[in-house]
Structures are given as C-alpha cells and as structure tokens.
C-alpha cells in the first residue's frame, strides 16, 4: 500500500502543471535572476526528490539547505529500504562558510567526519540534484523559456513558475556527442528566490513530454536560521586519519 500511495502522490504532484504562456525574451533573464536571488536569502529548507519510476525500490532522497549568507549549507541523506532487514542511509554535507569549503560524510564508527574540500559553485555534490538549484541561473542553459500565466502555492508560499528547455549539448562549444534524450523543466521560485518545485520531464523526438523523469518539492520552508544550525556537523580531520 505504501508504494502505491507514493505513486499516486507523485502523478498527482507532476500533473499539476501550470499554465504556460508565450514570454517574452526576457524570460531566460528573469528566471536566472530569481534562481540567484536565492544565493542573497537567509532560510532553511527541506526538500524530498524522487524518481517517478524508483530505479532502486524503497528508496528515498531527502535533501536540506540552510543558509545566513556568506554560510551555505547542503545536506543529502538518501535511504534505502532493503527487503529484509534495517534502512540503510547515508549522509553527505557540502558547506562554504566565511572559513572555506567543506565535505562532511557520517561514518558508522565515528560520526560525522568533516574535510577541508575545494567545492565549486554547485549546490549539491550531484549532477541530477543541482540541475534544479543552480543550472537555472544562467539565462543561456536554455533553448527556450516561459513564465507561467499565474501564480502557485506550495508549502504555504506563493511562488512563480517558468518552463524551460535546455540547450542542447551540440550547442555548446567543445561539448561531446549530445545524448539522445532530450528534457524539459518546470521550476517554481518564491519571490526571495527559494525553489518552491522542480521536474524534468522527458521529450520525445517530435519535442513533446512523453514521460516524467524525477521532481523534487519543498516540504517546509522557513526564514529563521538558528546559529546552532550553521555550524559544521562534526570536527573538521585529516582525510587519511579517515582510512586507519
């Protein structure tokens, strides 16, 4: 029955899709603008993301962000449900802070472990999770760009929603071989910036949705930041006292 409920959850969050209208050029600039003006806000976010059709059955990704610039914290724990047995869940963190940047994982023996770790612009240390919170702000990753007709409300927030095709990679200079498949995205900002929804939707090759891929939702959002919650997880350690 749980699988079942998850499911109809998630068609029934994927098919509440705005209406789209056609926008202006400014659209690309605008969306880029709201998805950076994330970067100035002070909040804290929880958020679930999931994959329509589960490629591990009875897993789960819960993500977290809490940040008082200039401290950006991200937080990933991703459980996985075994057919037999206990949950099996792993943590990772990913921190910039007045101090520097750092990678943080909770290991079975010791805890939470921090290093000191160079970490670029991204916003989470995965490819299919930061195409939602940091692709859209650059007006040039897409093809195309619409704003929708009117505004949503997720979470208790009121936010604004665009439909964006991104560039494909033939597109870009020095890129590889562009893959065959090909996506569209519906993402949802609050007006502070915060990303209120997100869902890659899978295109056919005549350019139509055929099949939505993954989707990730805020589930609680708020403006007060605590300072116990922008400090590191655990004590910051040599990367080889880790491999004794």
């Known amino acids: 029955m749980k699988k079942l409920g998850f499911a109809v959850l998630g068609f029934v969050l994927l098919g509440s899709s705005c209406l789209f209208r056609n926008s202006p050029q400014g659209a690309a600039d ?95 240390g995965s490819a299919k999770l930061n195409v939602y919170f940091d692709t859209p702000r650059d007006a040039d990753a897409f093809s195309s760009v619409r704003k929708a007709a009117r505004p949503v409300r997720i979470a208790g927030q009121q936010g604004t929603c665009f439909e964006a095709v991104p560039v494909s990679a033939s597109a870009r200079p020095g890129s590889p071989e562009p893959s065959p498949d090909r996506f569209r995205y519906e993402l949802c900002y609050a007006d502070d910036g915060v990303l209120l929804r997100g869902k890659q939707t899978t295109l056919d090759d005549g350019g139509t949705a055929d099949q939505a891929e993954s989707f ?27 491999q004794e």
């Open 30 to 124: 605008e969306l880029a603008a709201l998805a950076a003006k994330g970067d100035e806000t002070t909040y804290a976010a929880v958020y679930r993301f999931s994959f329509v059709q589960q490629f591990a059955p009875g897993q789960t990704t819960k993500l977290e962000i809490v940040q008082q610039p200039p401290t950006f914290i991200r937080r990933v724990e991703t459980t996985t449900q075994p057919e037999t047995g206990k949950p099996v869940s792993l943590t990772a963190w990913y921190i910039r802070n007045a101090e520097g940047a750092y990678a943080c994982t909770e290991f079975e023996k010791v805890g939470v472990r921090c290093q000191v770790k160079p970490i670029d612009a991204a916003t989470f």
């Open 216 to 242: 990730v939702q805020v589930t609680s959002v708020s403006h007060v930041v605590e300072p116990r919650e922008l400090r590191l997880p655990g004590p910051v350690v040599d990367p080889d006292s880790l």
